[in-house]
């Protein structure tokens, strides 16, 4: 006989369901996929925004429970009038494609690799990686040396850390029998929580008006998007475990910014062990948090030009 509790937990499902498939219909109408341009990439889909008709090619990659749209009032329009600006969402992010073993640091970074291979074929772009994004453009850097000018990393994910800073409903998404049926949940409690602690992100600087809205963060809490980022998150230590040594290979100028009072991350344990193995052009900022590139973004769009017309000079 079927109990009562498996039952009451059968209608809790099915209205997760409902309710889950209302909150992704209602985000993706606010943020449509059609905003963007969706490449073929071995045999996976890449959402891709653009700004910038002409000048050197710019590919941003952005960070965890993030997308593409992190950029587009960001850093885009202060480059755009004299760039191609291409803003790339990673594999289970906005709307690209997620597949199996997209976890991996080598996989995502293939798939950025293929974004410039087909919108700026032949030529090196400066690639822009924000946190667990400026592990993937390490990779790109490492594996695909042919595309790469430079590298601008803000507050970028380098080295593994020695355990830790894992949130407990990141090991619960990514598990493959609860993971699934968790996650439906995720859009009746999840916006609500990330706009309580999106100060914490900033902290010290101020959290800009609007930013949850105009970074579409909404995307996030859609069940696969956010069982895709758990299982990023999850497998991040060891990719970079695995990663790291190999960063002495990089031959690419790289300019890091890192906020002081980074709490999401310790630079130390990042920034601090690159710049002993590989040059790094390190722009320490004192009153900062994991976000530098939205108070910052002249200073960052200054870096980036720099680097696209190969210019090392400060």
Known sequence: MISLALIALTAVGAGACVSS???????????????GRMLTVNGHGVNVLTAGKSGPPILMIHGASANAREFTWTLAPRLSADHRIFMADRPGHGYSERFDGAEHLGEQAAQMAGVLDQLAPGE???IVGHSFGGGVALRLALD???????LVLIAPVTHDWG???QAWYNGISATPLVG??????????GPAQVKAGIDGVFKPAPVPEGYFEKSAIGLLFRPPNFRG???DVQALQEELGAQSPRYPEL???????SGSQDTVIKPNLHVGKLKKQVEVDLVI???EGHMPHHAHGADVADAIRRLAINDKSR
Request: no cysteine.
């Open 144 to 150: 695909r040396p042919d595309l790469v000018q430079g």
């Open 163 to 165: 355990g830790g800073g």
């Open 229 to 231: 980022n758990a299982q």
């Open 251 to 257: 031959k690419v100028p790289i300019v890091v910014f």
């Open 180 to 189: 699934p049926v968790f996650t439906q949940l995720v859009p009746t409690v």
């Open 124 to 126: 090196k772009a400066v």
């Open 285 to 287: 900022l004192p009153d």
């Open 21 to 35: 498939a209302a909150y992704t219909s209602k985000i993706e109408a606010a943020n449509p996929e059609s905003e």
